[in-house]
């Protein structure tokens, strides 16, 4: 079946280690998309990938970093540096600029200990 | 910047219709989306409106004003499982990435 996976669905880490999340699609989608949601919150926007090797930062990079060196994976690392990393992480995908659906993955709960 | 606002929560009765409004400021604006959430899921697509008026997909309704700057999701004939949070969602400028509000938490009781 095509679709986005994310694993893991839960991740616990300590405070002050790094951790990336992972994203794969297999709908040969052009466009990828990190966002986090806390509660009661919308959707914000980590980072987006628009092309393979070219992302740009969204409204609360800060902490983040991402690659996009395959089509079909977009992997999100929260470094150390990111002060209030618990929360909700979805991906998101469209097959192009300009079309209207974007597609998300089941997201994963990251909670820092 | 871009500022969408929607209620935080509302109330409904099974069977009966609830409009869950959303207005927004935005510049380069592309259309309008409205998305629904269950507690830990991902969104789900409801409807995308680029044009004004109203578009009909079965129980769901979307309608948009864009000189207004506002929409509304419009739900018939409520079932329980329709208690979820409904995410509005602007598209703008030439990257169409959209915008969203924080999401109105939809409760259907008996």
């Known amino acids: 079946d095509g679709g986005i996976t994310q694993s893991p669905k839960y991740l616990f880490r300590k405070e002050g280690q790094n951790v990336t999340l992972s994203c794969e699609q297999n709908l040969n989608h052009d466009a990828m998309y990190w966002y986090r949601q806390d509660p009661g919150q919308g959707l914000r926007l980590i980072y987006y990938?628009?092309?393979?090797?070219?992302?740009q930062k969204g409204d609360i990079a800060e902490g983040y970093s991402v690659s996009r060196e395959k089509k079909e994976s977009f992997p999100l690392t929260v470094t150390s540096a990111q002060k209030n990393p618990t929360a909700f992480y979805l991906c998101?995908?469209?097959?192009?600029?300009?079309?209207?659906?974007?597609?998300f993955g089941p997201g994963t709960r990251l909670t820092v200990l | 910047g871009q500022n969408i606002d929607q209620p935080t929560e509302m109330t409904a009765t099974e069977g009966a219709i609830v409009q869950i409004n959303c207005t927004y400021q935005t510049s380069g604006f592309n259309g309008l989306f409205w998305y629904q959430q269950h507690a830990g899921e991902a969104p789900t697509f409801l409807s995308y409106n680029v044009l004004d008026g109203l578009e009909e997909k079965g129980r769901f309704s979307s309608f948009l004003s864009r000189s207004k700057g506002y929409s509304y999701l419009l739900l018939k004939e409520l079932q329980m499982k329709d208690s979820a949070s409904y995410l509005c969602a602007a598209s703008s400028g030439g990257s169409y990435i959209p915008t969203f509000g924080r999401g109105t938490s939809l409760i259907v009781h008996p």
């Open positions: 990938s628009q092309i393979v090797n070219d992302f």
């Open positions: 998101a995908s469209i097959p192009g600029i300009g079309t209207d659906t974007q597609y």
